[in-house]
């Protein structure tokens, strides 16, 4: 066996030393837990012991803890009946003293009277869910007796608030309502019922309005509340007709003194132009008046009387305005469907110009059902104010192109007919706006613009149709000639300088100054060729004592005295000629000395030498050059030759 090694053999000999260690704390370890067990099964014991006593207390106490809880229970139930003894108190001291505030009337106090009436619903409501307090019948009996009483004070008050504050508004109120350029001057009211006729200007579009103040503010809150009262208290009808019946009196009243009035189609019929004419300007005047203000002003307070109250305010607003609008569409109406004639166009226009601008805020005033027939009514006369322009339209143009005035203008100048059209025209064109609206009420699918190009080419070429066959009534065809063209050379001129230009074009005007030019040509030679074939040498006799130039002596004496005579006749006839355009004159006499003084000057270069030697050489040579040429300015002046003579 081979010996261990002496860190081996110390390591042997150690072992049973730790062994003995090991043995002795496992004995300790064993008794440790011996004691904490008998430690454990102590407590155990105790806490046993412990529960034993608290179920004995818990069963002790029980008795104690049912006569408390009674008692809490007790003062609860004594506190609520309390409660609902100081709440009853409480309810007949709100009654007492609502009753006095009942039986004294609304007149002194409304507020307070409407207040009392909401204190005597809340105890109908108080005692309706106490029904098992013994007198609740009673007092329920009692205040709801009161509620009726103060319903009577209450529809008797809304009825005297109502004729109180439902006057009619002077004019003078209403005109301090408009704009400053729509108020009428002092006087202008008395004259003619404070409207306008002309035509308004762009700026109306953007004019403010003042409501005016119907019913004062201040009431109207109390107004509300009345209504709101009466509604509740099942007295719609009644409030509906104090309303209606004193809004719809104030409002007729105030059109009236306004001079608003109904009239026919037979009143407007047998009416002079000037005083039917005054008329519509006074109705378009008052038509923006009763809308932007009156009818307005109506709308407004409606909703506010009746804000939140549940009650058929579009019926009743339908209702008071009905006998207003009616009166107010009626006049518009007659003239609509009363005879057309040109002179209306412009008016027309006007009225449907007016309801045009006012349809946005009929539109919003009538809004709902109930107000249908209304916005209808508006509609149906907006389009037959259309519908009768349009038609006069056609009218004037088939009126320009058959009328058979015989009328002859001596002087050849601008027709009274040309004048007229032209004028006509050019006060279209201040409508262009309100034409192009017309127009899309019959052709939405055709351009405005082009439709008013072809109505306007239309009246123009009606009109020069008409005066071809007037020019045709001149004897002297030179007058014819110069009659066609004073009249197209005014229609050009005319259109060029107004807005009919851009609506023609410029190859409208072209082609009419080349008319004009083409008529002052045949003027020319119509009215001339006469006189200078007489300068012209050609066809002059080859007997008897011929000069040089192979013409007689005598033959150029004739010419000489047959120019003087022809001369002396045109320059008569043609002084009292007028041509008006102080331009077209002047080219006119220019284009005739061009042609003719060269001529006359050249015959007396030629001939004058032969009839110089002669007794009294004036006889024949009785103008020189330069006295034709003033002569010639004398020409289309409208002047007597007689007169220029002197």
Not at 135 to 150: C, D, P, R, T, Y
Not at 432 to 451: C, P, V, W
Request: hydrophobic share 40%; charged share 25%.
């Amino acid at each position: 066996m081979p010996a261990l090694d002496p860190t081996s053999a110390m390591a042997v000999a150690a072992l049973p030393q730790a062994m003995d260690a090991l043995s002795r704390r496992a004995t300790m370890l064993r008794d440790s837990l011996r004691r904490s067990q008998g430690n454990t099964d102590g407590m155990v014991a105790i806490l046993g012991s412990f529960d034993h006593r608290l179920s004995a207390l818990e069963a002790a106490m029980r008795p104690t803890q049912v006569r408390t809880h009674a008692i809490r229970t007790a003062h609860e139930n004594i506190d609520r009946t309390i409660k609902a003894a100081d709440g009853i108190l409480s309810q007949f001291d709100l009654a007492r003293r609502a009753e006095a505030t009942i039986l004294r009337g609304p007149h002194e106090d409304l507020e307070s009277y409407l207040e009392a009436v909401d204190v005597l619903k809340g105890i109908v409501r108080f005692f309706s869910s106490n029904k098992n307090f013994k007198s609740s019948e009673g007092v329920l009996n009692h205040v709801n007796n009161l509620l009726a009483k103060s319903t009577l004070k209450i529809e008797e008050e809304f009825k005297q608030l109502m004729g109180t504050y439902s006057k009619p508004i002077e004019p003078d109120r209403l005109f301090d309502c408009l704009p400053k350029s729509l108020r009428p001057t002092k006087g202008d009211h008395e004259a003619n019922g404070g409207g306008r006729s002309d035509h308004p200007s762009k700026g109306l579009e953007t004019a403010v309005y003042r409501t005016p103040t119907l019913i004062p503010p201040r009431i109207l809150p109390l107004m509300n509340d009345i209504a709101q009262q009466l509604v509740q208290a099942g007295n719609q009808q009644t409030c509906y007709k104090i309303y209606r019946d004193s809004r719809a009196s104030a409002l007729e009243v105030s059109l009236r003194k306004l001079g608003v009035e109904k009239l026919s189609k037979d009143d407007v019929q047998k009416m002079q132009w000037e005083a039917l004419e005054a008329k519509i300007g006074n109705w378009i005047h008052f038509m923006r008046i009763a809308v932007k203000l009156l009818l307005a002003g109506e709308r407004k307070i409606c909703d506010q009387i009746f804000d939140g109250v549940n009650f058929n305010k579009g019926h009743c607003f339908a209702e008071l305005t009905a006998n207003s609008v009616i009166t107010l569409f009626s006049f518009g109406d007659a003239v609509a469907k009363s005879k057309r004639s040109p002179e209306k166009l412009f008016v027309l226009l006007d009225m449907y110009e007016v309801m045009r601008e006012l349809q946005p805020e009929i539109e919003e005033i009538f809004e709902g059902k109930p107000c249908t027939e209304m916005r209808e009514a508006a509609s149906s006369l907006t389009k037959r104010l259309a519908q009768t322009a349009q038609e006069t339209f056609s009218d004037f143009e088939e009126a320009v192109e058959k009328d058979a005035s015989k009328t002859i203008v001596q002087d050849g100048t601008v027709h009274p007919l040309t004048s007229y059209v032209i004028n006509y025209v050019k006060f279209l064109f201040d409508y262009q706006s309100t034409l192009k609206l017309l127009f899309q009420e019959f052709d939405s699918g055709t351009e405005a613009e082009s439709q008013l190009a072809a109505v306007t080419t239309r009246i123009m070429q009606a009109l020069q149709n008409n005066l071809d066959g007037k020019s045709k009534q001149y004897k002297d065809p030179a007058l014819t000639y110069l009659f066609l063209m004073n009249n197209i050379h005014y229609m050009v001129r005319s259109v060029r300088r107004s807005e009919a230009k851009d609506i023609l074009g410029d190859d409208w005007i072209q082609r009419h100054r080349r008319i004009v030019q083409q008529n002052a040509n045949q003027y020319k030679r119509v009215a001339w060729a006469k006189i200078l074939q007489t300068l012209s040498v050609q066809g002059a006799g080859s007997s008897g004592d011929l000069t040089s130039s192979g013409v007689s002596r005598a033959t150029i004496k004739e010419r000489f005295k047959s120019f003087n005579t022809q001369f002396e006749e045109l320059h008569a006839k043609q002084s009292q000629w007028i041509v008006p355009d102080q331009e077209l004159r002047e080219s006119l006499r220019l284009a005739v000395a061009e042609v003719l003084l060269p001529a006359y000057r050249s015959f007396i270069k030629r001939f004058g030498n032969l009839v110089e030697n002669n007794k009294n050489p004036q006889k024949y040579v009785r103008y020189s050059p330069e006295a034709v040429d003033q002569l010639l300015g004398q020409f289309f002046e409208g002047q007597q030759w007689a007169e220029q003579k002197r």
